[in-house]
């Protein structure tokens, strides 16, 4: 059974700083997905990494993806208060398009 | 745009009534989800389906069962609601090896 395990799974940080959230899966697999969700909305997509050694960058956000050691990282760069939301990563197991779900990281960016 | 349209954003029921969820989505995806989202649990995925009147058991399907009669709408059924039932309720669709696309959520509050 696939367990997806985010950590740390809350997160107060001040503006300007950076830090990374960690994604580690229990089973092989090379289809991991990053998502955010803002308080009482749905989840939008943010990353879609396919491979080993994918890399996606957006903004201040930066995801990548190692399959061999099953882990993911979300690195935040010169956080800013409006990259305050709770991110998931969810991981496809062993490609059969069943999506697990970590438990989220909520991150609180301090103006 | 893809859409995902859950059938409500609120939903009060009585212990021991049938409760149906409805989703539809617009984009032709074979994949669809029902998860459900409680503080600290993340999101935990109930049913899955693959194609029409295809269905795979989720992490937590005890208690619901899942309807998928057309490719576009897949309903989640709750037979005899219980308080223990109460949460947000996200459907979800997707194309193989793609994000999922996610409704807006119902929140059930089982009384």
């Known amino acids: 059974e696939l367990k997806v395990e985010q950590n740390p799974l809350f997160l107060s940080m001040q503006e300007g700083k950076n830090y990374t959230i960690y994604c580690n899966y229990s089973t092989t697999s090379d289809r991991l997905y990053w998502y955010r969700q803002d308080p009482g909305k749905s989840l939008e997509s943010l990353f879609v990494l396919l491979s080993n050694g994918a890399v996606k960058q957006e903004g201040r956000l930066m995801a990548s993806l190692d399959t061999k050691a099953r882990l993911s990282t979300l690195h935040i760069t010169a956080a800013v208060h409006d990259l305050s939301a709770t991110y998931f990563c969810?991981?496809?197991?062993?490609?059969?398009?069943?999506?697990?779900f970590g438990k989220g990281t909520r991150l609180h960016i301090l103006p | 745009d893809v859409k995902v349209t859950q059938s409500s954003r609120y939903l009060v029921k009585r212990t021991g009534e049938k409760v149906f969820l409805e989703c539809v989505q617009d984009m032709d995806h074979e994949n669809m989800f029902w998860y459900r989202q409680d503080p600290g649990l993340g999101l935990r995925l109930i049913y899955f389906s693959y194609d029409v009147k295809m269905k795979e058991k989720g992490d937590i399907p005890e208690g619901y069962s899942v309807s998928r009669e057309k490719k576009e709408r897949f309903s989640l059924i709750l037979e005899s609601a219980s308080t223990n039932q109460t949460s947000m309720y996200l459907c979800?669709?997707?194309?193989?090896?793609?994000?999922?696309?996610f409704g807006q959520g119902t929140r059930l509050t089982v009384v």
């Open positions: 979800a669709s997707s194309l193989g090896g793609f994000q999922a696309f």
């Open positions: 969810a991981v496809d197991e062993n490609r059969d398009d069943k999506i697990i």
